[in-house]
């Protein structure tokens, strides 16, 4: 039922986000009188441009998340191991990862990582994008690390002690028992840690990824007009709010049918 | 309250001590449970009659003396866990069902997944437990759609699917009203006269009294006397027992 709701929620947002763009273009085209009324064609001329360059904002964001959970699981389960030195390891990489700047992590990774590798002889390159891909998955691991471990450890202790009176080994109560009663948990948080990485994408543009925020500010240069920088900007705004509103209202849903059943 | 002849001796615990850093909660506790025999601990709160049976099934280490379960050393470090765990089921006082299994998957998961039994022929069983605990017709409902009662007796079904050669019952119906309280123990009373070997934690005296082969009474952490319920509740020779039976009763 949520979902419908959802939907007009969304589209409504999204007519509201459009009517925002198009009234700032034209209260510019009040004070640019001559030039005034090409303002919106001009926003129509760039937007197949910022929109790829948004594109690809969304292609770094699902692959940093996939690789950051990939990565972040296991480094999870790690810091709740009984095995001291592991636990007190994973716990060092996730309190790193997870307290590092952003941006940071991006220029080390630019730096650190080569532009291109050998394989079998041939050399490969390794373009900026997907250094910046690595580069925004490390913080991901370290904040899906914590999910993990707070969704594991918010499961009752019963449960373990349940699963081991009846000789499950500790391996299968985590993944039989525990994680599937965990998940449930850890999911709106992992979307709200989504939500904030595709709002963090435009950091790539700094270290020179052409992104869709790349792309506007080549369009300002290219059409070196002043009172383009508002509508421009606000049409990739737009883009990044139609996009992560929705998952914010169906973290907030998802939250709310938690509630109800624990 | 017949005493149906015991088998030979399946739990021999000789000198238990058991501490929780400088307390100690359990002193030179020992204990014999035969085959088929059902023991009932009675004792005040903090007694240590809980920590016992989690001892028994491993989940608790204990720090010196012995317990052998059908042989098998509970206190060596190399103990494998796990077997004993198979041989010991426990029922815990708040259920604990695993809530994201189904009454029948709660019950079938342990043999599929720990003696990598086939599962339809475990699917054939455990329906047959759920039709012994009455709850043939929740197989399909989750713990969360269950009354504590129905909840614990799926617990049983559950320990009784692993096949143990004896049972440990922690305060089962603590949690329960009186009326989902009857049904478990027509439950537990159906077990013990098949001839399961149960030992029971309990503060229901008079079922205690009902089902008992033997009666061992707890306080402060050591056993103050034993025997059969005919003597502890009608006869008791420590006064301790006296003064708790004068509070209970």
Known sequence: MFETKLTARGVAIAFAAAAFVAAVSLAHAETASPAAASILSLVVKWLPLIFTGFLLNLLVSVLSMAIGTVAGVPLGLAQIARHRVVQRCASAVTQFTRNAPWLVLLFLTMFLLPFQFRLFGQSIPFPAWIKAVIGLAIPVMGNVSEIVRGGVLSIPRAQWESAESLAFSPTQTVFKIILPQALKRMLPPWMNLYAILAMATPLIAIVGVQDGLTDVRGALVAENRTDLLLPLYATLLAMFFIYCYPIAMATRALERRAEVKF | ?249
């Open chain 2, 1 to 249: 309250m017949d005493h149906h002849k015991l088998g030979a001796p399946i739990i021999v615990i000789k000198g238990v001590e058991k501490r929780f850093g400088e307390t100690v909660v359990l002193r030179e506790i020992d204990m014999v449970v035969h085959r088929g025999e059902t023991v009932c601990i009675i004792g005040p709160s903090g007694s240590g009659k809980s920590t016992l049976l989690r001892c028994i099934n491993a989940l608790a280490p204990i720090n010196k003396g012995s317990i052998l379960v059908d042989g098998v050393e509970v206190n060596d470090p190399k103990l494998d866990k796990l077997a004993v765990r198979r041989k010991v089921g426990i029922v815990f006082q708040q259920y604990n069902l695993f809530p994201h299994k189904t009454a029948l998957q709660n019950v079938m998961m342990a043999p599929v997944t720990v003696l990598k039994q086939d599962p339809r022929e475990v699917e054939a069983r455990a329906r047959a437990l759920l039709k012994r605990v009455r709850l043939e017709d929740k197989a399909g409902s989750y713990p969360g759609e269950l009354s504590g009662g129905q909840q614990q007796r799926v617990a049983i079904a559950r320990s009784l699917a692993m096949n143990p050669l004896v049972i440990l019952f922690d305060e089962v119906t603590a949690a329960l009203d009186p009326e989902t309280k009857k049904e478990v123990l027509v439950t537990i009373r159906e077990l013990a006269a098949d001839g399961m070997t149960c030992i029971l934690v309990t503060h229901e005296m008079a079922f205690a009294r009902e089902i008992a082969d033997t009666v061992y009474f707890t306080d402060g952490g050591v056993i103050v006397e034993s025997g059969p319920p005919s003597q502890i509740f009608q006869a008791p020779q420590n006064p301790r027992t006296r003064a708790f039976l004068d509070l209970v009763l």
